[in-house]
């Protein structure tokens, strides 16, 4: 078949210039440290998509796929795009453990992944780009794998070099503190795991910062100061090597078309500027009555004469745009947000601990008109979190001991959910306040634990709502952790026409500073440093000044939040509620675990049924019982102790010669039971004879006999008994059948 008998769509995308390009192969590498880190490579894979990127470190490979759909255009409204990073256990030469045995949906690590190159990416595309969907896919991995650092740089270099006007190049480096206060560039998963700091930093060129994500050990300022100087120093190099592969191929950039609404503005503008002007200056509306407001304005002005010849749609747009602009300029120019408050000023924080007896530990934070109830439930470590056997190959998911679920219902902005399960968001917010608080959980704790935490109101961070109220109802709960946290959302207004150099940054951001503002800026940490951050910008990103502004604002602001939470509590509680669960280490010999456990269980589930006691293994010599009550525990003990003695009371004399009857007969030995007891013990066939034997019958041993045999006690580290009929050979008449003759 020739070309030209082809679907009209494909056979343009064979003569289509960019497609002729993508098959010319071209890569580029960028060495850190003196060795090569990452290559990036093009032209040879997945030629149909728009572009095409594999970025590789060592054995790791991640590709990144671009595809826009050019018949439709964004609104304005939000950058129409589509960011997936897709799970792969082929990547790492596993099978899927699923039922069908195929990837399914993704793991929260997927997710997390995916939103970490979504929000790089973002903030560089065009409100009215093109509909464009970002695929990204592991082609090999190995357990030092950095899918994060692999896919921001893949996505972004394809979007380069494709014909989407991307705003870059933008590139990622991670970077890791240790112990000593030495820097590492792209650390294997060890280093990781050793690390004070571990810093994701995604940067435009100019030194401009898009994406942060930080996880470290209460981490001094200057330190992370340091961190970030050696992602800039070093991160210049990708951006080179991106714009090379751009140069190479050639594409040319989409021209967007573009409506002009500058009379629509100007219309609007006059209809509605002081109306919208008063809204946004009355301190005394709240989120509700204040978003009602800017509603009503609108509903007013859409049915006007004057906007009857422009298209609805494209006033609903400029409407936005222009309450954004006011408010911008109402902060740019006098200093004062909309409820009143100095760009410095928080709004006023209410806390309450322990309101409800019965949880073993309880918070309520309010903030403004955020609201988080936080609740801690301890349970055995059986109830620990362990991840699948791709997660911990991946070293993304290990066991957890300490798990923080946060949960965002509707009606906490007033609507009506459609969905029970979690999102992006949801899983998002939950994983940073869970990293702003882990490492100030204590390792030896004995119990599982699960921080919940419930956003009830929503206008402004509910993340670092999450972190404060999670802090405190760890402490009311009695955890011993090392110190209190607190969180922060910074924001940043800027001009328009001068951002670098005329801007405001915002401490304690409403709802709609964030929808209007330039950042998103959530810090958590202790008096003694910071545990976490996630930036998340609009514009193209903060200069060094804006971000050490921007630092400065959350240190001086997670200080005043933990005064204000010291008052309320300023340190664990001393003795557990009398409803936490009781956790007692019993130790019990090898020999008996198998009466216990024997049979799927039978025997320690039945006691767990009797008495609602939780019987878990601690290690080959030791059980750990979670108990509600003393009572409850004890009864368990001593059903234990009853079951186990019933079971192992066979004891004789070392040496002592005991009647055995055989009651099954195999190949390789006999089993047998003793005076005394019903339990069955175990003669191999090397203990049978003074000579070897290759069957029990050779001996003329039946099912029914008696045999004597002695008895050389138990196994010092199995707990076996151990019999034998050698040494009584030449004493003793053979085995005697009991049956009648």
């Known amino acids: 078949m020739r070309i030209s008998q082809l679907p009209l769509r494909i056979s343009k995308r064979f003569h289509s210039k960019e497609y002729r390009l993508a098959g010319q192969e071209q890569s580029v590498s960028v060495e850190f440290e003196g060795k090569s880190e990452i290559e990036l490579k093009t032209g040879h894979i997945a030629r149909f998509a728009s572009s095409a990127v594999v970025a590789s470190s060592g054995d790791n490979a991640v590709m990144a796929t671009v595809v826009q759909r050019k018949t439709k255009q964004g609104d304005g409204n939000g950058v129409p795009l589509q960011v997936e990073y897709r799970p792969s256990a082929s990547a790492i030469g596993r099978i899927p453990t699923n039922f069908l045995r195929r990837e399914l949906s993704q793991s929260d690590n997927e997710i997390l992944i995916s939103r970490a190159i979504d929000r790089s990416i973002r903030p560089l595309l065009p409100l009215n780009s093109y509909e464009t969907q970002v695929i990204c896919k592991p082609l090999v ?107 190479d191929s050639n594409i040319e950039k989409d021209v967007l078309p573009e409506k002009s609404l500058e009379k ?30 800017i509603k009503a304005i609108f509903q ?85 979190f362990h991840p699948d056997s791709v997660a911990q190959l991946l070293g993304s998911q290990r066991k957890k001991s300490f798990m923080l679920h946060y949960e965002f219902p509707s009606f906490a902005i007033n609507d009506i959910g ?41 206008n402004g961070s509910s993340s670092m709502a999450s972190v404060c109220g999670g802090s405190l109802a760890l402490f009311d709960a009695g955890v011993p952790m090392k110190n209190a946290a607190a969180g922060v959302a910074i924001g940043l207004i800027s001009d328009e026409q001068e951002p670098d150099t005329k801007y405001k940054v915002l401490t304690d951001i409403l709802g709609i500073e964030d929808y209007a503002g330039d950042m998103d800026f959530k810090v958590a940490g202790t008096k003694d440093g910071f545990t976490a951050a996630q930036l998340d910008v609009k514009n193209d990103g ?23 939470m010291n008052v309320m509590r300023d340190r ?36 767990e049924a009797e008495t609602g006691v939780k019987i878990s293994a601690e290690d080959e010599s030791n059980l750990s019982l979670l108990a509600q009550n003393k009572e409850k525990l004890q009864k368990a003990i001593d059903l234990m102790n009853e079951v186990l003695e019933s079971n192992t009371n066979v004891d004789f004399a070392f040496g002592s010669i005991v009647q055995a009857e055989i009651v099954e007969v195999l190949d390789r030995g006999v089993f047998v039971t003793l005076p005394g007891s019903s339990r069955r013990f175990f003669m191999s066939n090397a203990h049978l004879s003074l000579n070897p034997v290759r069957h029990p019958e050779v001996l003329g041993l039946k099912v029914g006999d008696k045999m004597s045999c002695n008895w050389f006690g138990r196994d010092e580290q199995t707990g076996n008994v151990r019999l034998s009929r050698k040494t009584l050979q030449g004493s003793s008449p053979p085995a005697t059948s009991q049956k009648k003759k």
């Open 418 to 458: 459609t969905s029970r399960s979690l999102n992006r968001r949801e899983i998002g917010h939950g994983a940073l306040a869970e990293k702003a608080l882990k490492d100030l959980f204590p390792k030896d704790f004995p119990y599982a634990t699960r921080l919940a935490c419930q956003v009830l109101e929503s």
């Open 300 to 384: 007013d002005v859409a049915n006007s004469s004057e906007l009857e010849k422009f298209d609805r749609e494209d006033v609903s747009t400029c409407y936005s745009s222009l309450t954004k602009k006011i408010l911008r300029e109402t902060v740019l120019s006098t200093g004062i947000r909309c409820d009143g408050r100095k760009t410095t000023e928080f709004r006023p924080i209410r806390i309450q601990v322990d309101m409800y007896k019965k949880l073993h530990g309880c918070s309520m934070f309010q903030r403004g008109q955020t609201q988080v109830m936080s609740t801690v439930t301890f349970d055995s470590p059986t109830a620990a």
């Open 141 to 247: 991995l190995d357990e030092n794998a950095d899918q994060i650092m692999l896919g921001i740089n893949a996505a972004s270099t394809a979007l380069h070099i494709s014909s989407a006007p991307f705003n870059g190049p933008l590139a990622a480096l991670r970077v890791a503190m240790n112990s000593r206060g030495d820097f590492r560039i792209n650390p294997t998963q060890e280093e990781l795991h050793q690390a004070n700091l571990n810093l994701i930093v995604a940067m435009k060129q100019n030194q401009k910062t898009v994406m942060i994500e930080l996880d470290c050990r209460e981490t001094r300022g200057e330190e992370l100061e340091q961190a970030l100087d050696v992602a800039f120093t070093n991160v210049e190099k990708l951006h080179l090597a991106m714009e090379k592969l751009a140069i």
């Open 542 to 564: 903060l200069t060094r000044e804006q971000l050490r502004e921007s630092m400065q604002a959350a240190r001086a602001g997670i200080d005043h939040v933990l005064k204000k």
């Open 264 to 293: 629509l503005m100007t219309v609007l503008d006059e209809l509605t500027r002081e109306r919208i002007y008063y809204v946004m200056t009355d301190s005394t509306h709240d989120k509700i009555s204040r978003d009602n407001e």
């Open 572 to 607: 664990p509680r001393e003795q557990f509620k009398s409803t936490v669960p009781i956790i007692h280490s019993m130790r019990i010999e090898p020999h008996k675990r198998v009466t216990l456990f024997r049979n799927n269980g039978y025997n320690c589930k039945l006691i």
